[in-house]
């Protein structure tokens, strides 16, 4: 979407709207059927009132053309990636990965799907793994497994609290400086139903972060509503809030609520979009704040926060601000940039980001203290940013979400020796922006994962990232992704396994994590890799519908002497096999450049399985960080 578009919803809004459709029309939510009908018709009324760009109105969109995506056709079918031709989608419920793929993104009996923002995290006691995931009425959605492949969708929500009964919110459990703060008198049913079914206005919370210390967890979430009246107009508003739980799976009650002896306020930072001319003073800010318009030039939003770790130990970084000990962490945006603050390490609470002073305020209390721009910013719709460090290859990657989530969203990611950047993608680009570009920053920051279609399966609109080492030593790479071959609108959670380059590149096995044992066998050689391969090239450009319409794979052949031929022509070569049993690998191409990277074992349901069931084949993922036309470009396949 054009970012100076003054009809376009703001982001809060917008992505309200997308995941109340979703909720309303696709979940089945528990209400009476003329509330529902109010609810849709406040939907569609905002959603036509936005006149949204480049999509439809509910999100849905037909990856089989280009022309189709960028009108908003809606399709309940999928492509293949042999033809043009459009067929209907029918799992083969005999072959037990592929029956398993089926009820996966069933939106009826998949676990998986319908989860926006997922969080990974693994309990260092237990560990089980949870996926904590923005929610709508339930505020967040919690997700748990044992292996990363089988998902137990929680009935009750993190927030859910049995103890806690509001005529507000039943037993959810928001932040009332929060709810005070936009307008809601504190549990006033009267006030809470004139506006429950406004779909912007009801709060709901934004892709949570969570760790644990002090044998508690900690929550840092974002809780966002469109009801803030202040200056003339009504201006979406957001807090990024800390909650505490003794469980993993809650309840999570909101820090000054859980220890009124250690916390006076549960918000780490504050936000509001205007431009109505609203005055900070007006919403209780100073700089945490937009009131240039629609080019989005000021302020962070105050979403998607995320604790900066190092992936090779698991462990937090820590850091000294005047003399505290700090953590730092991530937050924003949706056009205002990126920003890196530091939180005290023992309670979680914002810092004065220049003498370390721990405040029992939020961090927009002061001036200037809302955090540096290391990322986005000048109206590039950046956000769901990751920042992790990796003790091996001593670099910073910093990996954002980026693009408009009902079309061309992917993920990009770039890296730096220091801390605050600045930070380089493959082409050796800036990921920070003080000009605005336009559309032109998609062709910025490497595309780790896009649209893109190997075989009949393929996603689209992949983000809302998480990165987790795991206590088995696993870098498990988790988003959310559309599918091109099931009609559904809704977004599912998917798992990756997260590998780096000799040169110290993150690259992802782009098939989805199964269990399996990525080894090959001791001794492979190019004459066991050789075979037909379907590949993707990826390709980055300031036209934002190539990352809306998914990268068909094309097909190329690998002899046995490790020569290359078909689409991409040239030579293969291998290195010493690693510990984990992946091979080095690089591909010489004519056409495109030198690609360095691995090749695994994997499970693609593209293949033809030689025997009922069995779709494990060899896969490659490469990068291009040297020359050629396609420096910075990712390429991957399968063989079939």
Same mark, same amino acid.
């Given at each position: 979407?054009?970012p ?10 917008a992505?309200?709207?997308c ?11 528990m ?18 009132k ?13 990856d ?6 960028k009108?908003g ?12 031709d459009v067929?209907?989608y ?12 089926? &009820?996966?993104?069933s ?8 989860c ?17 995931? =923005? ?14 492949v089988?998902?137990?969708?929680h ?24 709810l005070?703060w ?20 009801q ?15 900690y929550?840092?979430?974002?809780i966002?509503?469109d ?5 003339? *107009? ?9 909650s ?16 009124p002896?250690?916390y006076?306020?549960?918000t780490l930072v ?6 109505? *001319?609203?005055?900070?003073e007006?919403?209780g ?8 318009g ?5 302020g ?18 820590e ?10 962490l ?5 056009k ?17 980001q220049?003498t370390?002073?721990v ?23 950046y ?10 290859t001593?670099?910073?990657? &910093?990996f ?11 993920v *990009? ?7 605050e950047?600045p930070? +380089? ?7 920070r922006f ?5 559309d032109g ?5 490497g595309?780790i994962?896009?649209?893109s279609?190997?075989?009949?399966y *393929? ?7 998480s990165i ?14 559309r599918?091109?071959?099931?009609? +559904?609108?809704?977004?599912c ?11 110290g590149?993150?690259i ?40 809306? =319409? ?14 290359v031929?078909?689409t ?6 291998l290195g010493t096999?690693n ?20 090749f +695994?074992?994997?499970t ?11 779709r494990t ?7 291009? =960080? ?6 910075g ?8």
């Amino acid at each position: 979407m054009n970012p100076t578009n003054a009809t376009r919803l703001p982001r809060a809004l917008a992505r309200s709207v997308c995941y109340v459709l979703c909720a309303a029309m696709c979940s089945g939510m528990m209400m009476a059927e003329p509330a529902k009908k109010e609810l849709l018709r406040n939907t569609v009324v905002a959603a036509k009132k936005a006149k949204p760009s480049k999509s439809s109105t509910d999100g849905k969109q037909d990856d089989s053309s280009t022309k189709k995506a960028k009108s908003g056709t809606t399709s309940l079918t999928r492509r293949t990636a042999t033809s043009n031709d459009v067929t209907a989608y029918s799992p083969n419920t005999s072959d037990p990965t592929e029956n398993f793929a089926s &009820i996966k993104y069933s939106r009826s009996t998949g676990a998986t799907w319908n989860c926006h923002d997922p969080k990974l995290f693994q309990d260092p006691d237990t560990g089980r793994y949870y996926v904590y995931s =923005t929610g709508w009425a339930n505020g967040t959605d919690l997700r748990s497994s044992d292996d990363l492949v089988h998902w137990t969708l929680h009935s009750n929500p993190p927030f859910w609290d049995p103890k806690d009964v509001s005529l507000m919110y039943g037993h959810m459990h928001w932040d009332d400086d929060f709810l005070r703060w936009v307008g809601y008198a504190a549990n006033d049913g009267t006030a809470y139903r004139t506006k429950m079914y406004t779909p912007s206005a009801q709060p709901n919370s934004w892709a949570p972060t969570v760790i644990k210390q002090n044998g508690k967890y900690y929550m840092y979430h974002g809780i966002i509503t469109d009801s803030l009246s202040h200056g003339g *107009g009504v201006h979406p508003a957001a807090c990024i809030s800390l909650s505490i739980a003794d469980d993993p799976k809650g309840p999570f009650i909101p820090a000054k609520e859980y220890d009124p002896e250690t916390y006076s306020n549960s918000t780490l930072v504050r936000y509001v979009w205007s431009n109505a *001319g609203a005055q900070p003073e007006e919403v209780g800010y100073n700089e945490s704040y937009n009131s240039a318009g629609e080019n989005w030039l000021n302020g962070f939003g105050a979403i998607d926060p995320e604790f900066v770790f190092d992936i090779a130990t698991g462990k937090l970084m820590e850091y000294t601000v005047g003399s505290t000990r700090c953590y730092a962490l991530t937050y924003g945006s949706w056009k205002g940039g990126i920003a890196l603050v530091y939180v005290d390490a023992e309670t979680l609470k914002p810092v004065n980001q220049k003498t370390g002073e721990v405040l029992d305020a939020p961090l927009d209390s002061l001036q200037n203290n809302a955090g540096m721009m290391i990322a986005g910013g000048a109206g590039a719709a950046y956000e769901g940013a990751q920042l992790i460090y990796n003790s091996q290859t001593e670099f910073y990657y &910093i990996f954002v979400s980026m693009g408009d989530l009902t079309f061309e969203y992917r993920v *990009g990611v770039g890296r730096s020796k220091k801390l605050e950047g600045p930070y +380089l993608d493959t082409s050796g680009k800036s990921m920070r922006f003080l000009s605005f570009l336009g559309d032109g920053y998609h062709n910025i920051g490497g595309k780790i994962i896009g649209a893109s279609q190997i075989g009949r399966y *393929g996603w689209r609109s992949p983000g809302g990232q998480s990165i987790l080492r795991t206590n088995d030593g696993k870098i498990m790479f988790c988003s959310h992704a559309r599918t091109t071959f099931y009609p +559904l609108n809704n977004f599912c959670l998917q798992i990756r396994e997260l590998f780096f380059t000799d040169d110290g590149w993150p690259i992802l096995n782009q098939n989805e994590y199964y269990g399996e044992d990525i080894a090959l066998a001791p001794g492979t050689t190019l004459a066991d890799l050789a075979g037909t391969y379907d590949a993707v090239l990826t390709e980055r450009s300031t036209d934002k519908t190539v990352d809306g =319409t998914a990268t068909l794979s094309k097909k190329f052949t690998l002899e046995a002497d490790g020569t290359v031929s078909g689409t991409w022509t040239g030579t293969a070569s291998l290195g010493t096999p690693n510990a984990d049993g992946t091979i080095p690998v690089t591909f010489a191409l004519k056409n495109a450049g030198t690609f360095t990277g691995l090749f +695994l074992t994997a499970t693609d349901w593209n293949r033809r399985p030689t025997k009922e069931g069995d779709r494990t084949t060899k896969s490659f993922t490469t990068l291009n =960080t040297t020359d050629g036309a396609k420096k910075g470009e990712y390429f991957y396949g399968n063989r079939r």
